[in-house]
């Protein structure tokens, strides 16, 4: 989806560039805010598609005789018929490509939900293993000893950690096959 509307806005801005570059500046349709290179013409369609002031923008680059047509070197007037189906289609474009975007994160959210309640793993879980974590980190740096694993493991019970009853044996065959990536002799917070 970020794609398509990445794709959607170098389209756009390319077009507005062809269209609108030479266009006279007015209220809306400024130094900052303008058709004139491919970079502000994409930074002009982020704007627009937040919905600030498009309309302006539309009708600054409708401009028609006697507003325009003073510049001897090109012809800086609009395009009355042209500047509406530019900006409506962009925005009825990006407004549709957006909203898929917002409903595939909520859809996203929800599948990760749905998939935490099946597990085993519950949310008392992982505030048990931040708490017990902070036994082992006392200063906070998100770290521990790797040496302090199976000691951590055991403390913190299943379904995260090992059951007490496990030999030692096990508790350090079990600790292998988890891959937690060891740095310096610590092993960090987040892996």
């Not at 400024?30 to 491919?38: D, K, L």
């Not at 770290?143 to 055991?154: C, G, K």
Request: hydrophobic share 45%.
């Amino acid at each position: 989806i970020g794609g398509f509307l990445g794709l959607l806005f170098f389209i756009y801005g390319i077009l507005g560039v062809n269209l609108f570059a030479q266009v006279k500046q007015g209220e809306y349709l400024t130094y900052h805010a303008n058709f004139e290179t491919f970079p502000n013409a994409i930074l002009l369609l982020f704007r627009m598609v937040t919905g600030e002031n498009w309309n302006g923008v539309m009708h600054d680059t409708m401009v028609t005789a006697p507003d325009c047509g003073n510049d001897t070197r090109w012809n800086d007037c609009g395009d009355p018929e042209t500047a509406p189906l530019y900006y409506v289609s962009f925005l009825l474009m990006a407004g549709f490509v957006l909203t898929n975007l917002f409903v595939a994160i909520i859809l996203d959210n929800f599948g990760t939900t749905m998939q935490l309640e099946k597990s085993e793993l519950r949310l008392n879980d992982l505030h048990r293993f931040i708490e017990i974590w902070a036994d082992f980190d006392p200063t906070a740096e998100l770290t521990i000893r790797t040496l302090l694993l199976p000691t951590f493991l055991e403390r913190l019970g299943p379904p995260l950690g090992i059951s007490r009853r496990t030999s030692r044996v096990e508790i350090l065959k079990r600790t292998r096959n988890y891959c937690i990536p060891e740095h310096g002799g610590v092993i960090h917070f987040i892996e």
